[in-house]
């Protein structure tokens, strides 16, 4: 989210920013399959949970800047153009970057001879997801599991969920927290009773963790503006270093014990609270979560959390063609969860704990140019196609929410 306006002032949530940043890291070390020291680390082995505080986030920050601003079918389109070119110029790009080791290796297969791990454009990377990621339908039941970009499963959920939202403001304005309960309600039913007993989905009912979420956070913004209107301008949460430390613990805490089991569903809950105390922005923690590195963290979340993929995919790749060429074994496998899973390993975990360092600097190095030179055009040129139609668009704020 770009902005998030308030008809009677502009606010940042900065601290709520930082925070996205953060949790974009840890899931970008989620998917880091290597044999070094913190791979079951609690927090990191469950930070998928991570991906429902995007979610709630989400709903909260768009509650904010779209709330009282889609009244009619022109502003529909217009939330929808926009929408559309904060998330869809990342994925389109990083998917070309797949698609480029994609044909590499079909180029190179009979020189790789069986390196690669399966033949190219086949199985989760096969044509037919092109296009279905092209379309961000990737996640609504066209495939058993997750395509190509697999973190990219969110962002096709999140974005229906975006048109939800809109039409629920276009059809039931006056309902809207009625509205809001009752899809959280479905949501959470359907997750509960036909899921597979956690929070753990991603393609099969990833819509209906998006829809949990969301509108979590869209509650959580009327929580936002009920209390502040009762504490008045400039007012602040009471005890707010108190409260933000307990709030830290208690998602920590969560996060260390949820699992894969039915204590994750209690996540979007448990974030709910998380954002609604951090908006207020008023304690410690949030002065320490507004450090200029925090911050820019914030800023390069969306494609931290795009571009990781990428980045442990050719990091993967050269790990096995270097195996092949020296004929040493690069990898491990280990039981997790009940399953078996393939660990790069280097032969000393503290050479994997060094590769980890190496794999965020790529990753936040290729954020940087991705948030440059594709985040920050892709939504200006939306912006541009709104404008070229005579519906004004609120400048960006100097330091603004980025998306998941």
Aim: proline residues 5%; positive net charge.
């Amino acid at each position: 989210m770009w902005f998030s306006v308030l008809p009677e002032k502009q606010v940042r949530f900065q601290s709520l920013d930082s925070w996205r940043g953060l949790c974009a890291v840890l899931v970008a070390l989620l998917h880091y399959h290597a044999a070094w020291h913190l791979y079951d680390f609690p927090l990191i082995r469950n930070s998928y949970l991570f991906v429902d505080f995007f979610f709630v986030l989400s709903g909260f920050v768009i509650a904010h800047a779209y709330g009282h601003r889609i009244g009619d079918l022109t502003d529909f389109g217009r939330f929808v153009v926009l929408r559309f070119g904060r998330l869809w110029p990342l994925h389109a790009t990083v998917l070309g970057l797949f698609l480029v080791v994609e044909l590499a290796a079909f180029a190179l297969e009979p020189w790789l001879g069986g390196t690669y791990p399966r033949p190219p454009f086949t199985e989760s990377r096969s044509v037919f997801a092109i296009l279905t990621n092209i379309l961000m339908v990737h996640s609504l039941g066209f495939h058993p599991d997750v395509t190509w970009n697999f973190p990219s499963w969110s962002i096709s959920v999140e974005f229906y969920t975006y048109l939800v939202f809109a039409t629920v403001l276009l059809v039931l304005p006056r309902y809207r927290i009625a509205a809001s309960v009752a899809l959280i309600l479905f949501a959470v039913v359907v997750l509960v009773m036909i899921g597979p007993g956690s929070m753990d989905v991603t393609v099969h009912y990833g819509i209906f963790r998006c829809l949990a979420g969301f509108f979590l956070g869209c509650l959580a913004f009327r929580a936002y503006r009920a209390t502040t209107a009762r504490l008045g301008r400039g007012g602040t949460m009471p005890r707010a270093d108190l409260v933000e430390a307990a709030c830290m613990v208690l998602v920590l805490a969560f996060i260390a014990v949820a699992g894969t089991g039915p204590l994750s569903f209690l996540a979007p809950l448990v974030f709910t609270v998380a954002v609604y105390v951090f908006a207020f922005e008023g304690g410690v923690v949030s002065r320490f979560m507004k450090h200029p590195i925090l911050l820019r963290l914030g800023a390069l979340s969306y494609s931290i959390y795009m571009v990781h993929a990428f980045v442990l995919l050719i990091l993967e790749n050269l790990a096995s063609i270097a195996g092949k060429l020296l004929g040493v074994p690069l990898e491990t496998v280990r039981t997790v969860n009940g399953s078996r899973i393939g660990l790069l390993d280097f032969g000393n975990p503290w050479i994997m704990d060094g590769l980890a360092l190496v794999y965020l600097a790529a990753v936040i190095a290729l954020a940087s140019l991705t948030y440059r030179y594709v985040e920050v055009p892709g939504y200006e040129a939306a912006k541009r196609f709104v404008n070229r139609r005579g519906q004004g668009v609120p400048r960006l704020p100097g330091r603004a929410i980025s998306r998941n």
